[in-house]
C-alpha cells in the first residue's frame, strides 16, 4: 500500500523526516517496506532555465530547422538549433542546459549533450511541454511570459511537487489502516506514547447542503444481510473534464492514473478515507430507480474492462428497473460510468458484506481497489461521512449541484463490541507490568473506549473501524504495539529446561533416513499436495475406491484435489527433471496423501523413493548401465534394514500402479511398502519415455513396526561359513522363492542364506527349462562343519529339490 507523507501531513501537522516517520510506523505494525520520491513533474525540471532568444535565423542546411542565440543569464549566450515552427527572436523560452536529463512519455530517460545539427553546433534543447512533462502539446515550443528573467528556473514557475511515498507492508488484519486518514490515526497513537500530542485534523462536511431536489433516485435493497448499509446521493450540472493539478498529484504519487475529475475524486476519497465509493451516469439510471439485488445464475454482464462474465446467483448487484450495472463492490459495468458526456451522477457509497465480495471477487478473478478494502471490511459508520466528503469534492472541482437528500438505508444499527480486559491477562502475555495509566493512555489514542475500572480489568468499547480487534488477546496486541515492542524488557539470563524426547519420534526417524539416502546419491523433494483430479483416471484397483479431498474454493482446476497417491507429485517432479536434461534421477519425499472412504477423512504418512536413468556415468572404465528392480529393491532392503525392521513376507503388489511389482509385509500383517516398475501408460501420461522405478512407503506402519525395546545384537561367530553350489534344471514357471522356501524348510539349523546368481534360458537346455546357478551357506556357531556334515546337508537339499521341484543337477 503506497501512503503519500505530504497527502498525511493533511491530517496529523508532523515536521518529521520521512526517514524518522517510517521508523514510527514500523514500529506500530504498519511496516515501511521502502520510501520512494516522487516529483509531479519527472526529474523536477532540474537544469531547465528560462531563456531569452536574441536571433533566430534560417538554417544553412535545412529547410525546417532554425540557428538562435538564447541568453541563458550567466553572461555566455550560447548556440541552439530548433526545429519548432513557433521559435523568434525576443521570445522567452524553457531551454533544457547541457548534461540535463528529460523523461519521454515512457519514462525513460535521455541525456541533453553538446552537439552538431547538420554542421551547426547546438549547445541545449528550447523544450515543448511534452518535452519537459508539463502538457501534451508538440505543435511547438512553451513561449513563457515576457517578463521573466534569463536564467530563472523553470522550476520555480511549474510550482513542481516533491513528495515522499511509503510502500507499507500491510497485514491482511488492519483494514482501519487502509488509508491514508486510517494511518494518520496510528501516527497519532505512535506519537502521543512519545509524549508528543497531535490533533487529527478531519476533513470538514458540515457545509453540505442539497442546492435543490430536482433530481431523485429511489433506492431498494433485497437483501440487507449483503448490503447492512446502502446511502447515495445526486449531483446534477456537472462538467466532466481534467481534474486539477492538485488532485492528479496526489493519485499520481501512490501509483494512480487519472481519468477525469468525477473518477479521480472517488479514488481521491478511498485512499484518503477508506471507503469505496462508486459513480453511475445518472442519465443511464432507467426507470429512476436502484436495486441491490442478486442476479439468476449465468446472466451475462460486461465490466469496465469489456469482459463479458456470467453471474453467480450469489453475486451482489447493483441494477436499476432494467439491467445490472455494477458488480457491487468489486467493478463497474461498461454502460453505466461516467464518460465526458455525463451532467448528473448518482454517487454510492455503501458497506457491503465482506464474505460476499470476496467470495464474488475470487469467483471472477477480479482484485480492485474496492474489493480490497470490502473484502476486509471497512467502517460502517464511516458510509455517510465519507458521501458527504465525495459529493462535496466533486460540486467543488466539477461545477456541480447536490439535487436530491441522501439515500441512507441502514435497517439494523451495528453495535460497538464490548470487551473486558484483565490486568493479570495483560502481564502475563506481555510478560512485564505496564502502569494502568500508560494502559488507559493508549486505548485512549486508539479511540477504545474505557466505560469502567474495576481490581480485576477495564471494560472497553471498541471502534467500529478495529474490525479485527474481538478478543482481549487482540486488546493487549493493540496496547503492546504503541507501547513499543523495544520497551519490553528482558532478561540477559535465558533459562530453559531439555524436554525428553523419544528416539522413536517420526521427525527423528525422518531424518535418519533421509541421511541415509543424501548418502546414497538421493536428492529430496518437497511436492505441493494438491493436484488434478484427472489423474483418477489413472488410479486402478482398490485406490479408486477412496474419494478426492476436493478444495472449496480452488486456485484452478489443475490444482482443486488432494493427492490420494504419492506417484502422480512424485513423476510430475521427474517429468520437471527429465524436460531439463536431468535424465538420471534419485529422488526422494516425506510428504502425506489425503482421501475419503465411508463418510471419514483419512491423512496418511508415506515416503516415496524414484529411481530412473542410468545407474552410473559412461566411462572408459566401465560403460554405462540402466538402473533396474533390483537396484530398487537392494535400497528398499537398506532403508528397512537400517529401522531394524525384520520378519518381512514378500507378496506380490496388488495396486496395479506397477507392471511388476511386490510389497512387503511385517509378519504378514499390515504393507510396509509397495515397490515396482511404473506402468508405461501412466508414464507416458507425464510424457516421460524412460522406465521408472518407485518404491511407496506407508510411513504410519513403519513407525508402528520400529522395534522399541532396545538394540538386539548378537556376537560374530568365531566359527567359519561354508559355500557350496548347485546349478538346478527346473521348469520355467519354478520362481527362485520356491527354490528359496524348499531350502529353509529342508535344512533349519545349518543354512544361513541363499543366492541366485546366474540364470540361463537359451541352446543347449531342453524346451520350457531355465537353469538356475544357487548358492548356499552352511554355517554352525559352535564348531567348524566338518566335510561329512556339508555332505549330508547338501545332499538332503538335493534329494528336496528332485523331489519337490523335478529339479536336476546339471
Wanted: proline share 3%; net charge negative.
Amino acid at each position: 500500500m503506497k501512503i503519500s507523507y505530504n497527502w498525511l501531513k493533511q491530517f496529523i501537522n508532523i515536521d518529521w523526516s520521512s526517514q524518522k516517520t517510517g521508523e514510527l510506523l514500523t514500529d506500530l505494525g504498519l511496516e515501511v517496506e521502502g520510501i520512494e520520491p516522487f516529483e509531479s513533474v519527472k526529474g523536477g525540471l532540474k537544469g531547465v532555465v528560462v531563456g531569452h532568444v536574441l536571433s533566430c535565423e534560417q538554417h544553412p542546411n535545412a529547410d525546417r530547422l532554425k540557428v538562435t542565440t538564447v541568453d541563458l543569464g550567466n553572461g555566455s549566450p550560447v548556440q541552439i538549433v530548433c526545429g519548432a515552427p513557433n521559435v523568434a527572436k525576443g521570445q522567452k523560452v524553457p531551454v533544457a542546459t547541457i548534461g540535463t536529463t528529460l523523461y519521454t512519455k515512457e519514462g525513460e530517460a535521455w541525456k541533453i549533450k553538446k552537439g552538431k545539427i547538420r554542421d551547426e553546433e547546438s549547445h541545449g534543447m528550447i523544450c515543448a511541454e511534452d518535452e519537459l512533462g508539463l502538457g501534451e502539446s508538440h505543435d511547438g515550443i512553451m513561449v513563457l511570459d515576457d517578463s521573466l528573467k534569463p536564467g530563472t528556473l523553470v522550476s520555480e514557475l511549474f510550482n513542481v511537487e516533491r513528495d515522499e511515498v511509503f510502500e507499507i507492508g500491510l497485514t491482511p488484519n488492519r483494514a482501519d489502516a487502509m488509508s491514508h486518514f486510517g494511518v494518520a490515526r496510528d501516527l497519532k497513537a505512535g506519537l502521543k506514547q512519545k509524549e508528543i500530542n497531535k490533533e487529527l485534523i478531519t476533513p470538514p462536511v458540515s457545509h453540505f447542503n442539497v442546492s435543490n431536489r430536482s433530481l431523485r433516485i429511489d433506492v431498494d435493497v433485497k437483501n440487507n444481510s449483503l448490503a447492512p448499509r446502502y446511502c447515495g446521493v445526486t449531483i446534477s450540472n456537472i462538467i466532466v473534464q481534467p481534474s486539477p493539478d492538485w488532485l492528479k498529484n496526489r493519485i499520481r504519487a501512490i501509483g494512480l492514473t487519472p481519468k477525469n475529475n468525477v473518477v479521480d475524486a472517488t479514488n481521491y476519497v478511498l485512499h484518503e478515507l477508506g471507503q469505496p465509493l462508486h459513480a453511475f451516469d445518472a442519465n443511464k439510471i432507467k426507470g429512476g430507480k436502484i436495486e441491490v439485488k442478486t442476479l439468476p445464475k449465468g446472466t451475462k454482464f460486461t465490466t469496465l474492462d469489456g469482459v463479458e462474465r456470467e453471474l453467480h446467483e450469489e453475486d451482489l448487484m447493483i441494477c436499476d428497473a432494467e439491467k445490472p450495472m455494477c458488480i457491487a463492490g468489486v467493478f463497474g459495468g461498461i454502460h453505466s460510468g461516467v464518460t465526458e458526456h455525463t451532467t448528473a451522477i448518482f454517487l454510492e457509497s455503501a458497506y457491503f458484506n465482506p464474505v460476499s465480495i470476496r467470495k464474488t471477487a475470487k469467483r471472477h478473478g477480479l482484485n480492485t481497489d474496492a474489493s480490497f478494502r470490502f473484502e476486509r471490511g471497512i467502517d460502517i459508520e464511516n458510509v455517510e461521512y465519507s458521501l458527504k466528503r465525495a459529493a462535496l469534492l466533486i460540486k467543488e472541482i466539477s461545477g456541480g449541484d447536490i439535487t436530491s437528500d441522501i439515500v441512507d438505508l441502514y435497517p439494523k444499527k451495528h453495535k460497538d463490541f464490548e470487551v473486558f480486559l484483565v490486568f493479570e491477562k495483560i502481564n502475563k502475555l506481555i510478560g512485564q507490568n505496564i502502569p494502568q495509566d500508560t494502559i488507559k493512555s493508549i486505548l485512549t489514542s486508539l479511540d477504545i473506549k474505557v466505560r469502567n475500572v474495576t481490581e480485576a480489568g477495564m471494560g472497553l468499547t471498541v471502534p467500529s473501524y478495529r474490525v479485527d480487534v474481538q478478543r482481549q488477546v487482540d486488546v493487549i496486541e493493540e496496547i503492546l504495539r504503541v507501547y513499543g515492542y523495544n520497551n519490553i524488557n528482558y532478561s540477559e539470563k535465558l533459562n530453559a529446561s531439555v524436554a525428553s524426547t523419544s528416539p522413536f519420534e517420526d521427525y527423528k526417524i525422518q531424518q535418519i533416513i533421509g541421511d541415509l539416502l543424501a548418502s546414497k546419491g538421493y536428492f529430496e523433494t518437497l511436492t505441493n499436495s494438491l493436484t488434478s483430479p484427472t489423474f483418477d483416471k489413472l488410479l486402478e484397483g482398490e485406490i479408486k475406491t477412496k474419494k478426492h479431498v476436493t478444495i472449496l474454493n480452488p486456485l484452478s482446476g489443475e490444482l482443486s484435489v488432494l493427492r490420494k497417491s504419492s506417484l502422480f507429485t512424485a513423476l510430475e517432479s521427474a517429468c520437471f527433471n527429465i524436460n531439463r536434461k536431468r535424465q538420471n534421477l534419485k529422488l526422494f519425499e516425506f510428504g502425506k496423501t489425503y482421501y475419503e472412504e465411508n463418510d471419514n477423512r483419512i491423512e496418511e504418512k508415506y515416503l516415496g523413493v524414484l529411481l530412473s536413468g542410468e545407474a552410473n556415468e559412461n566411462t572408459w572404465t566401465e560403460p554405462s548401465k540402466g538402473t533396474d528392480f533390483f537396484q530398487l529393491k537392494s535400497m528398499v532392503d537398506t532403508i528397512l534394514e537400517r529401522l531394524g525392521i525384520f520378519g518381512i513376507t514378500s507378496v506380490p503388489d496388488e495396486s496395479l500402479l506397477f507392471s511388476e511389482g511386490i510389497s512387503y509385509k511385517k509378519n504378514g500383517g499390515d504393507v510396509l511398502v509397495s515397490f515396482g516398475i511404473v506402468k508405461k501408460d501412466i508414464a507416458k501420461h507425464f510424457d516421460i519415455k524412460q522406465q521408472v522405478f518407485y518404491a511407496d512407503f506407508k510411513w504410519d506402519v513403519i513407525l508402528n513396526s520400529l522395534n522399541k525395546n532396545g538394540i538386539i545384537f548378537k556376537e560374530i561367530s568365531k566359527y567359519p561359513e561354508v559355500k557350496r553350489d548347485f546349478a538346478l534344471l527346473l521348469d520355467n514357471a519354478i520362481t527362485f522363492k520356491e527354490v528359496y522356501d524348499l531350502g529353509f524348510r529342508t535344512e533349519r539349523k545349518l543354512l544361513t542364506h541363499i543366492n541366485l546368481f546366474d540364470v540361463y534360458q537359451g541352446k543347449n537346455l531342453p524346451e520350457g527349462k531355465k537353469s538356475y546357478a544357487v548358492s548356499f551357506t552352511l554355517k554352525d556357531s559352535n564348531g567348524t562343519l566338518t566335510d561329512t556334515q556339508i555332505d549330508k546337508i547338501m545332499s538332503k537339499l538335493q534329494s528336496s529339490y528332485e523331489k519337490e521341484l523335478q529339479a536336476e543337477l546339471r
